[in-house]
């Protein structure tokens, strides 16, 4: 499988620049999702590595050769569309062999690999049906279907499960992730849905606003978000962020903010030595704040628990710190009742900060 | 009247102007013509005064080789200038379905000829193909390669030509419109597939297209029938009986041969043809009707 790179890509759409020289290189056979909000220029990205947008500047390399001025067809990949993309007018046998048909390649062949491929997704049934006989996720599964016939290289995937309801997503987001260990080839997902990309991929690009703002595996960026931007994308219920100032005192860093005061570790200490007296973002995931009603306050903050929402085994709990809303994660049965002043320590090695102005990651 | 039944009464209410026009207008002389069609009618008699003949008329014009004549050149006008429209004007949105600049003008210049009173065409096509003057024979003898005799020994081809410069912008624009409404991403899965411009068409594009061109090509079809101005206004029939199309000898029978009751008989032949068409337009609907909702059952069903 090839590798593939992209260098200093750029989209115009008339005098607007959406896609800011975008440098990213995809390892062998790797999963890949891009991550974003809705306009961050994720599928335009994908758009143009498939040959579907025209590249305003910069290159796309496969295996070090250039491409972006060949037709999609000269491309080597498949693709898997948001609303599936089927051909209304054929059955779903046609639909997966069209490619295969188009190529002249031998009938045994043809239905060799079909029979394989439908076996593979549960569709043997349905080969003679429609698009507009089957559900949707049976069409989700004719459209990777037709994808995995093509025996293509390059897989990409445009949102391909943003059209199905949440319970058929969970599965066919599962049945993903199982056809990803047994075909082995470059894939490149995109997708708004971050715990997608946080199951699915090898690697995650975070993008906004037409550039990449930090790539990595899952693991990487969600503990070392680069900046608020990542940290507050990455993770469910996402990240609180507090406004504090960090002073010394004797011989302690100290983070300070309406409502709490947080002394520093060792560690924290020396890493936050030239910042004293300047005003930083605290950011704390929700599940890193534990209940304990024995904390000490200088490693702990004081919250007035206003909302419950039960989801199950785990609860959020939405409370109030100084005007600011923090979000709680944890276990539903832990004795609380709303309306109560509660203490919850945090373990300053979990704790993120930003720089208030560039959004940056400190140290 | 209580207010609910006013209420309930409303939509008809608004329906009325609309059906008393269409019963003045429609209803009323379809059913003269009906009547008529069965009694030996002389323009000079009132319809009362007339003698019944039964079936009379139909049967001689079943068996009038001029009838016959007539009806052939209809059908071969009608068959020759819808098929050579339709692959004119499905080939030309075919080849405008796309982002150029001055693209809007273009399809606007392209649509103009439907918008001219079919008189007017008439009588621009009759100076245009004019043996001496007209802009035809003066180019060709200008070129040294002599002149052609129009709408003489040429009239049904010069009146197919008219016409297909008339009518091939009406299927021009629904087929655009129907190349536009098709999905995109299939059209772009087909590029990724690997099909090249031709393929995508002949694969994708036209099988799409399909239900909305068998419509417009039978619309078309029922128009043809009932051409009457441009051919009259250009060559009113002949020469001989070479372009006497059906509305033309309908309107002959009743003027000049003073045949009303074989007049109205044969417009009942034509209206049994289009009703035909009609018929075939409306049963392919609810054909692709029926099949839709089928295809809706079994997905909800069928899981």
């Given at each position: 499988?090839p590798?593939?790179?992209?260098?200093?890509?750029?989209?115009l759409?008339?005098?607007?620049?959406?896609?800011h020289g975008?440098?990213l290189?995809m390892?062998?056979?790797?999963?890949?999702?891009?991550?974003?909000?809705?306009?961050?220029?994720?599928?335009?990205?994908?758009?143009?590595?498939?040959?579907?947008?025209?590249?305003?500047s910069?290159e796309?390399?496969?295996?070090?050769?250039?491409i972006?001025h060949l037709?999609?067809k000269?491309?080597?990949?498949?693709?898997?569309?948001?609303?599936?993309?089927?051909?209304?007018?054929?059955?779903?046998?046609?639909?997966?062999?069209?490619?295969?048909r188009?190529?002249?390649?031998?009938?045994k062949?043809?239905?060799?690999?079909?029979?394989?491929?439908?076996?593979?997704?549960g569709?043997?049934?349905?080969l003679?049906?429609?698009?507009a006989?089957?559900?949707?996720?049976?069409?989700?599964?004719?459209?990777?279907?037709?994808?995995?016939?093509?025996?293509?290289?390059?897989?990409?995937?445009?949102e391909?499960?943003?059209?199905?309801?949440?319970?058929?997503?969970?599965?066919?987001?599962?049945?993903?992730?199982?056809?990803r260990?047994?075909?082995?080839?470059?894939?490149?997902?995109?997708?708004?849905?971050?715990?997608?990309?946080?199951?699915l991929?090898?690697?995650?690009?975070?993008?906004?606003?037409?550039y990449i703002?930090q790539?990595?595996?899952?693991?990487?960026?969600?503990?070392?978000?680069?900046?608020?931007?990542?940290?507050?994308?990455?993770?469910?219920?996402?990240?609180?962020?507090?406004?504090?100032?960090?002073?010394?005192?004797?011989d302690?860093?100290?983070?300070?903010?309406?409502?709490?005061?947080?002394?520093?570790?060792?560690q924290?200490?020396?890493?936050?030595?030239?910042f004293?007296?300047?005003?930083v973002?605290?950011?704390?995931?929700?599940?890193?704040l534990?209940?304990?009603?024995a904390?000490?306050?200088?490693?702990?903050?004081?919250?007035?628990?206003?909302l419950?929402?039960?989801?199950?085994?785990?609860?959020v709990?939405?409370?109030?710190?100084?005007?600011?809303?923090i979000?709680?994660e944890?276990?539903?049965?832990?004795?609380i009742?709303?309306g109560?002043?509660?203490?919850?320590?945090?373990?300053m090695?979990d704790?993120?900060?930003?720089?208030?102005?560039?959004?940056h990651?400190?140290? | 009247?209580?207010?609910?039944?006013?209420?309930?009464?409303?939509p008809y209410i608004?329906?009325?102007?609309?059906?008393?026009?269409?019963?003045?207008?429609l209803?009323?002389?379809?059913?003269?013509?009906?009547?008529?069609?069965f009694?030996?009618?002389?323009?000079?008699?009132?319809?009362?005064?007339?003698?019944?003949?039964?079936?009379a008329?139909?049967?001689?014009?079943?068996n009038?080789?001029?009838?016959?004549?007539?009806?052939?050149?209809?059908?071969k006008?009608?068959?020759?200038?819808?098929?050579?429209?339709?692959?004119i004007?499905?080939g030309?949105?075919?080849?405008?379905?796309?982002n150029?600049?001055?693209m809007?003008?273009?399809?606007?210049?392209?649509?103009l000829?439907?918008?001219?009173?079919?008189?007017?065409?008439?009588?621009?096509?009759?100076?245009?193909?004019?043996?001496?003057?007209?802009?035809f024979?003066?180019s060709?003898?200008g070129?040294?390669?002599?002149?052609?005799?129009?709408l003489?020994?040429?009239?049904?081809?010069s009146?197919?030509?008219?016409?297909?410069?008339?009518?091939?912008p009406?299927?021009f624009?629904?087929?655009?419109?129907?190349?536009q409404?098709l999905p995109?991403?299939?059209?772009?899965?087909?590029?990724i597939?690997?099909?090249?411009?031709?393929?995508?068409?002949?694969?994708?594009?036209?099988?799409?297209?399909?239900?909305?061109?068998?419509?417009?090509?039978?619309?078309?079809l029922?128009?043809?029938?009932?051409?009457?101005?441009?051919?009259l206004?250009?060559?009113?029939?002949g020469?001989?009986?070479?372009?006497?199309?059906l509305?033309?000898?309908?309107?002959?029978?009743?003027?000049?041969?003073?045949?009303?009751?074989?007049?109205?008989?044969?417009?009942?032949?034509?209206?049994?043809?289009l009703?035909?068409?009609?018929?075939?337009?409306?049963?392919?609907?609810?054909?692709?009707?029926?099949?839709?909702?089928?295809?809706?059952?079994?997905?909800?069903?069928?899981?």
């Amino acid at each position: 499988m090839p590798s593939i790179q992209l260098q200093q890509l750029t989209k115009l759409y008339g005098n607007l620049e959406v896609l800011h020289g975008i440098d990213l290189e995809m390892q062998d056979a790797e999963f890949t999702v891009l991550v974003g909000p809705s306009g961050c220029g994720k599928s335009t990205t994908l758009r143009m590595i498939a040959g579907l947008e025209t590249v305003s500047s910069g290159e796309i390399f496969v295996d070090g050769k250039p491409i972006s001025h060949l037709e999609p067809k000269d491309r080597d990949l498949a693709m898997v569309f948001q609303d599936y993309a089927l051909y209304p007018h054929m059955n779903v046998a046609k639909n997966m062999s069209f490619a295969l048909r188009l190529q002249k390649r031998p009938k045994k062949e043809i239905n060799k690999k079909i029979s394989e491929v439908a076996e593979m997704l549960g569709l043997t049934d349905y080969l003679h049906r429609k698009p507009a006989e089957l559900s949707g996720g049976q069409r989700q599964r004719v459209a990777m279907g037709r994808a995995l016939t093509r025996d293509s290289s390059t897989f990409l995937f445009d949102e391909p499960l943003s059209n199905l309801d949440a319970k058929l997503r969970t599965q066919m987001r599962a049945e993903l992730a199982m056809m990803r260990k047994r075909v082995h080839k470059n894939m490149i997902y995109v997708t708004h849905d971050q715990i997608e990309a946080m199951t699915l991929a090898d690697r995650i690009v975070v993008m906004s606003g037409g550039y990449i703002q930090q790539q990595g595996t899952p693991e990487h960026l969600f503990k070392h978000p680069i900046n608020k931007f990542v940290a507050g994308f990455l993770g469910t219920p996402p990240m609180n962020f507090l406004k504090a100032d960090i002073s010394r005192q004797a011989d302690r860093t100290v983070l300070a903010g309406p409502g709490f005061s947080l002394q520093c570790d060792n560690q924290a200490t020396a890493k936050l030595a030239n910042f004293s007296g300047s005003q930083v973002d605290l950011g704390i995931r929700p599940s890193d704040l534990i209940f304990d009603p024995a904390a000490d306050s200088a490693e702990s903050l004081q919250l007035h628990v206003e909302l419950s929402e039960y989801i199950g085994a785990q609860s959020v709990l939405i409370c109030d710190c100084a005007g600011e809303k923090i979000m709680v994660e944890l276990k539903s049965d832990t004795p609380i009742a709303l309306g109560e002043q509660l203490k919850f320590r945090i373990n300053m090695a979990d704790v993120h900060l930003f720089d208030p102005a560039s959004e940056h990651a400190l140290v | 009247m209580s207010y609910s039944t006013l209420n309930r009464l409303t939509p008809y209410i608004f329906l009325v102007p609309a059906l008393v026009i269409m019963a003045i207008a429609l209803i009323y002389p379809l059913g003269y013509m009906v009547y008529g069609s069965f009694r030996s009618w002389d323009p000079s008699q009132a319809l009362p005064d007339t003698d019944f003949v039964g079936l009379a008329n139909y049967i001689s014009l079943w068996n009038d080789p001029n009838f016959h004549e007539s009806l052939m050149v209809t059908l071969k006008f009608a068959f020759s200038v819808v098929s050579i429209e339709m692959v004119i004007g499905v080939g030309l949105a075919l080849l405008l379905d796309r982002n150029l600049r001055g693209m809007s003008l273009l399809r606007t210049l392209f649509i103009l000829p439907m918008m001219i009173a079919p008189v007017v065409v008439g009588l621009m096509w009759r100076y245009m193909y004019h043996p001496s003057v007209g802009i035809f024979n003066r180019s060709l003898e200008g070129m040294g390669l002599g002149s052609v005799d129009w709408l003489g020994q040429h009239a049904l081809l010069s009146v197919v030509i008219a016409d297909i410069w008339q009518w091939t912008p009406f299927i021009f624009i629904l087929s655009l419109a129907a190349l536009q409404s098709l999905p995109r991403s299939a059209l772009e899965a087909a590029r990724i597939d690997g099909a090249t411009g031709w393929q995508q068409i002949i694969h994708i594009k036209l099988p799409l297209m399909m239900p909305v061109l068998i419509v417009t090509c039978l619309l078309r079809l029922i128009d043809a029938f009932k051409v009457l101005e441009v051919i009259l206004v250009m060559t009113e029939g002949g020469p001989g009986l070479s372009t006497e199309i059906l509305a033309l000898r309908i309107s002959r029978t009743a003027t000049e041969f003073r045949e009303l009751g074989v007049a109205a008989a044969m417009s009942n032949y034509l209206l049994m043809l289009l009703l035909l068409l009609t018929i075939m337009m409306l049963a392919y609907n609810k054909v692709l009707e029926v099949r839709a909702a089928r295809a809706r059952r079994i997905a909800e069903e069928g899981l």
